[in-house]
């Protein structure tokens, strides 16, 4: 089992409406979880981090946490063909100062 | 302000070379992290510094190696190059070490082996 597991996609979502990334995680002792962006040959962007149990608005992207379930997703409303990347799910498991990074789930959408 | 950079952007080397990344943070970051990204997977850690001094190293041999300078900038060096070495090289910064410290990647440095 990954420490960290995205399903690689790709999502297809038609424009304007909500696309939901998912993301678990193995390790009952992580403590922050991140959501990144990545465009093809670029860097990842950071896009929300979550640190508590519950929802985290930020515009249109929302970050829940379930430490009890070991997810975290994150939903974006009014989907935009600029939102079209590799999305990235990282997790710090607290024992040392690493992140452990899903594979990410490509996310496509369509005009 | 500026953001991560990172240099060189791109290079080619042969197998058996070693190769230096350098790595400029955000003013006022003070950790620096490496990652190596291999095409269709997320990174994966390296190395993370903090006030010049390493906080953190991945499982990778010890061909990998790395230091970080008095204005918090940082250098990664690669010895004996494989041709599995090849990747995207990522370097971010954060404000601390902390497990709630966000961190900012540069635009990173694409390392071919041939």
């Known amino acids: 089992q990954k420490e960290v597991e995205q399903n690689s996609g790709p999502l297809s979502v038609p424009e304007g409406a909500i696309a939901s990334l998912n993301c678990t995680y193995s390790?009952?002792?992580?403590?922050?979880f991140f959501w990144y962006r990545q465009y093809s040959g670029k860097s990842p962007e950071l896009i929300m981090s979550?640190?508590s149990n519950g929802d985290k608005e930020d515009g249109r992207f929302t970050a829940q946490l379930n430490k009890a379930s070991q997810y975290v997703s994150l939903l974006i409303r009014d989907s935009q063909p600029s939102d079209s990347a590799t999305y990235l799910c990282?997790?710090?498991?607290?024992?040392?100062?690493?992140?452990?990074w899903g594979a990410g789930t490509k996310l496509i959408i369509k005009p | 302000d500026a953001g991560v950079t990172q240099s060189p952007t791109h290079l080619i080397k042969t197998r058996g070379q070693h190769v230096t990344l350098r790595c400029s943070p955000i003013?006022?970051?003070?950790?620096v992290s490496w990652y190596q990204q291999v095409l269709g997977q997320g990174p994966q850690f390296i190395f993370q510094?903090?006030?010049?001094?390493?906080?953190g190293r991945g499982n990778f041999p010890d061909r990998f190696s790395a230091r970080q300078f008095p204005n918090y900038s940082s250098e990664l060096n690669v010895n004996a190059l494989l041709l599995g070495d090849s990747a995207l090289y990522l370097c971010?910064?954060?404000?601390?070490?902390?497990?709630?410290?966000?961190?900012?990647f540069g635009n990173g440095t694409r390392l071919t082996v041939t």
């Open positions: 990282a997790v710090n498991r607290g024992s040392n100062y690493q992140l452990i």
């Open positions: 510094y903090y006030e010049k001094e390493e906080r």
């Open positions: 979550i640190y």
């Open positions: 390790d009952r002792g992580s403590q922050s």
């Open positions: 003013s006022g970051h003070k950790s």
């Open positions: 971010a910064s954060s404000l601390s070490a902390g497990l709630n410290s966000p961190l900012h």
